[in-house]
């Protein structure tokens, strides 16, 4: 999931003027909104897409290893990394409140992509099946908004 990496931080720079040289250098250091925002997302995607990538052959995901190293079930693997998504999303939020030396329009972008994350990979692979639900989703914000 290379979004996820460093493309999506360049992603945040080009956000103009809300980016000053404080928050460039906040950014890039990887703080702990940022890390839990990686790593939720980083489970998120391996939950939802373990089984097709280890058809492609992939190398093994969380799931996988969860269920080595503590001797459980897929479905108990996914409880508790569902545990560690779940303190990924109270981390992020205990940052939103604790940060108050970066713009928030920059930590609403954090926020916001890790909502993204949370719904591509709700109940499906929609990053790599975007002909699913998230088709959908795509549609009804683009195309056939609710008016307001
Ligand atoms: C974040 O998402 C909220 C809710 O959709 C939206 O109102 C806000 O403009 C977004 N902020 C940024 C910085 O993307």
Known sequence: MAFL???WRLLLLVSGDIVTRD???WLF???EIVKASESGGRLKDDMASHKFEQKRG???SDVECYMKEYGVTEEEA???LTKQVDNAWKDINKELLRINTIPRPLLFRVLNLTRVIEVLYKNEDGYTHPSGVVK???ASVLIRPVPI
């Open 5 to 7: 990496g460093l493309n």
């Open 29 to 31: 250091n990887i703080p």
């Open 136 to 138: 959908g989703f795509v």
């Open 78 to 80: 996914k409880v508790a």
């Open 23 to 25: 928050s460039f250098e």
């Open 58 to 60: 992939h190398v093994t």
